[in-house]
RNA sequence: GGUCCCAUCGUCUAGUGGCCUAGGACAUCACCCUCUCAAGGUGGAGGCACGGGUUCGAAUCCCGUUGGGACUGCCA
């Protein structure tokens, strides 16, 4: 016996939605912890949406995310004929029927009626088929269907809160429900583990499931059963919005947040691994991953969480890794692939690869995403202190001592022996001279060396850079304080 | 309006009738550590929406109320 057969079913919308992004992790572990097959189709029958290269932004994103498919891609465009087929078995056995009237029409007819939709005009009128009719499904007057969904338990729907939906469009286009419901037929889909916002239309599905059931021009098909996954919400508690909010998996992949990290952040959304660690390792969460421990409510995407969560695993990588997964920020030259719309403040000429993964350890702690590291480092590569003229102004420009500080630390660090803990302890010196604690007497150092009041360990950096470049720029911060 | 879904700290959650004086994580506050910033450590504040039942006993089961959300198109 062969494992479960799940999918997702995207539409292209030129990137991934972090929605889409968890509904596809939540299929992925399904399938992974039971031998079944994992399957991508892109639902691009919505021509006027639909553009091909469109669809490699989910495919780019599935992969980032290690979340591979085992089938396809398949375009739902390909399987426009099983559709028509599908809709002609439902009209050729009763279960359509032709419909001319236009939504103004409707609209005027129901506008008084206690229950809003179609009102069933043309059920017994016999309108003959033509390129002006669409072709509705006849839904019960009485009684109930039942959706199974192994999160929430039994759902059921009365029929008649469903009006006759239309099906099939007057210019013969098969619409969504059964579009997608024949598709998973076609494709032996098991399980349908899908966000919450489909879950009103379920019933459709199953209904002309059922029907198909019945027609003897196609094949009949086990119901597959439903998962239908909490909502991704907003701060204001409304879904994910495409426009207002940061939704695109690749602008976090630019950002500089690690594929695991976004995965298991994304496995926190609506579940939860046993015991109190809620940073565990892919192969625990699909291990344990369990669709019937899945939450009901809806789930807040929080930066925030994601943000720190991303840091411990970046501090959790070995140097190595580290250097090679910040090689595109700060090397985009020697990399692969480059995030979009991040300028590297230094030149390929500037940088210098050894000097980095010295001072690379130094920032790994202090990151928390990936695309932090250029700013933080770029006082190493640059040949001008990019000076903030905040910190100036404050640490070297108003501090009365500061001068008498960079004075001094001229004076000391010319001889000084070149290491980090003498030039700790030269500063200290200088500094109890001038009657200051280090945190102080640091500050000047640190501003005309950096050019800010953060960064990494002020000694190990000048270490690093060199006797010559510290003493420039402890020059060159004087001249600039006007000394 | 109608149908459906949902309801534990600000947020994500643990909890499936007694281990709950409700646990963890993010965020937040304080302190410690410290050359800055982080990281790290310690501690604090903070929640079962409300009202009825059922039960010896309810965050856990039932009903109602309230609140939030999704859907309601010849989109998907």
Same mark, same amino acid.
């Given at each position: 016996?062969?494992?479960?057969?799940?999918?997702?079913?995207?539409?292209?919308?030129?990137?991934?939605?972090?929605?889409?992004?968890?509904?596809?992790?939540?299929?992925?572990?399904?399938?992974?912890?039971?031998?079944? +097959?994992?399957?991508?189709?892109?639902?691009?029958?919505?021509?006027?949406?639909?553009?091909? !290269?469109?669809?490699?932004?989910?495919?780019?994103?599935?992969?980032?995310?290690?979340?591979?498919?085992?089938?396809?891609?398949?375009?739902?465009?390909?399987?426009?004929?099983? /559709?028509?087929?599908?809709?002609?078995?439902?009209?050729?056995?009763?279960?359509?029927?032709?419909?001319?009237?236009?939504?103004?029409?409707?609209?005027?007819?129901?506008?008084?009626?206690?229950?809003?939709?179609?009102?069933?005009?043309?059920?017994?009128? /016999?309108?003959?088929? @033509?390129?002006?009719?669409?072709?509705?499904?006849?839904?019960?007057?009485?009684?109930?269907?039942?959706?199974?969904?192994?999160?929430?338990?039994?759902? @059921?729907?009365? /029929?008649?809160?469903?009006?006759?939906?239309?099906?099939?469009?007057?210019?013969?286009?098969?619409?969504?429900?059964?579009?997608?419901?024949?598709?998973?037929?076609?494709?032996?889909?098991?399980?349908?583990?899908?966000? !919450?916002?489909?879950?009103?239309?379920?019933?459709?599905?199953?209904?002309?499931? &059922?029907?198909?059931?019945?027609?003897?021009? +196609?094949?009949?098909?086990?119901?597959?059963?439903?998962? /239908?996954?909490?909502?991704?919400?907003?701060?204001?508690?409304?879904?994910?919005?495409?426009?207002?909010?940061? +939704?695109?998996?690749?602008?976090?992949?630019?950002?500089?947040?690690?594929?695991?990290?976004?995965?298991?952040?994304?496995?926190?959304?609506?579940?939860?691994?046993?015991?109190? !660690?809620?940073? +565990?390792?892919?192969?625990?969460?699909?291990?344990?991953?369990?669709?019937?421990?899945?939450?009901?409510?809806?789930?807040?995407?929080?930066?925030?969480?994601?943000?720190?969560?991303?840091?411990?695993?970046?501090?959790?990588?070995?140097? &190595?890794?580290?250097? &090679?997964?910040?090689?595109?920020?700060?090397?985009?030259?020697?990399?692969?692939? @480059?995030?979009?719309?991040?300028?590297?403040?230094?030149?390929?000429?500037?940088?210098?690869?050894?000097?980095?993964?010295?001072?690379?350890?130094?920032?790994?702690?202090?990151?928390?995403?990936?695309?932090?590291?250029?700013?933080?480092?770029?006082?190493?590569?640059?040949?001008?202190?990019?000076?903030?003229?905040?910190?100036?102004?404050?640490?070297?420009?108003?501090?009365?001592?500061?001068?008498?500080?960079?004075?001094?630390?001229?004076?000391?660090?010319?001889?000084?022996?070149?290491?980090?803990?003498?030039?700790?302890?030269?500063?200290?010196?200088?500094?109890?001279?001038?009657?200051?604690?280090?945190?102080?007497?640091?500050?000047?150092?640190?501003?005309?060396?950096?050019?800010?009041?953060?960064?990494?360990?002020?000694? &190990?950096?000048? !270490?690093?850079?060199?006797?010559?470049?510290?003493?420039?720029?402890?020059?060159?911060?004087?001249?600039?304080?006007?000394?």
């Amino acid at each position: 016996m062969s494992g479960p057969r799940v999918r997702i079913a995207p539409s292209p919308t030129g990137f991934m939605h972090v929605g889409t992004a968890r509904t596809a992790l939540f299929n992925w572990l399904f399938s992974h912890q039971s031998g079944g +097959v994992f399957i991508l189709r892109i639902e691009d029958t919505d021509a006027e949406r639909n553009r091909d !290269e469109w669809r490699e932004g989910i495919i780019a994103g599935l992969h980032w995310l290690g979340l591979d498919f085992d089938e396809g891609p398949f375009l739902q465009s390909d399987l426009l004929p099983d /559709h028509v087929v599908a809709a002609e078995a439902l009209f050729a056995n009763g279960y359509l029927y032709p419909c001319d009237c236009t939504r103004e029409e409707i609209d005027e007819r129901t506008k008084g009626n206690a229950k809003p939709g179609y009102d069933g005009h043309c059920r017994d009128r /016999h309108v003959a088929r @033509t390129d002006q009719t669409a072709l509705r499904f006849r839904v019960p007057d009485e009684g109930t269907t039942v959706v199974h969904d192994v999160i929430r338990g039994d759902i @059921t729907f009365a /029929h008649d809160s469903y009006e006759d939906f239309i099906v099939v469009r007057s210019n013969g286009v098969v619409l969504y429900p059964l579009a997608n419901a024949v598709d998973d037929r076609t494709m032996k889909i098991t399980h349908i583990i899908r966000g !919450e916002d489909l879950l009103p239309t379920t019933p459709k599905q199953v209904m002309m499931w &059922e029907a198909l059931n019945h027609c003897p021009e +196609v094949e009949s098909v086990d119901h597959p059963k439903y998962a /239908h996954l909490p909502m991704l919400v907003n701060e204001q508690r409304k879904k994910l919005s495409k426009r207002k909010d940061p +939704v695109a998996v690749e602008s976090y992949r630019d950002q500089g947040y690690l594929p695991e990290a976004f995965v298991n952040y994304l496995a926190l959304l609506g579940w939860s691994p046993r015991g109190e !660690e809620e940073i +565990v390792p892919r192969s625990t969460l699909i291990e344990q991953f369990r669709l019937e421990d899945v939450s009901h409510s809806p789930a807040f995407f929080d930066v925030k969480k994601l943000t720190h969560m991303n840091g411990e695993y970046i501090r959790a990588l070995s140097l &190595e890794q580290f250097i &090679e997964a910040a090689t595109p920020w700060v090397a985009p030259w020697s990399s692969e692939w @480059t995030p979009s719309d991040r300028d590297v403040p230094w030149t390929r000429e500037q940088f210098d690869p050894s000097l980095f993964s010295h001072v690379a350890h130094l920032v790994q702690e202090r990151v928390a995403t990936l695309g932090e590291i250029p700013a933080m480092v770029s006082f190493f590569f640059l040949d001008d202190v990019p000076f903030d003229d905040v910190t100036f102004e404050k640490a070297i420009a108003q501090d009365g001592t500061a001068k008498n500080v960079l004075t001094l630390a001229l004076d000391a660090f010319a001889t000084v022996e070149w290491s980090a803990d003498a030039l700790h302890h030269s500063t200290l010196q200088l500094g109890e001279s001038l009657g200051l604690a280090l945190r102080k007497s640091q500050a000047p150092i640190r501003c005309a060396i950096t050019g800010t009041s953060v960064g990494p360990p002020l000694f &190990e950096s000048m !270490e690093l850079l060199g006797r010559e470049v510290v003493l420039e720029r402890l020059r060159g911060a004087l001249a600039r304080a006007g000394a």
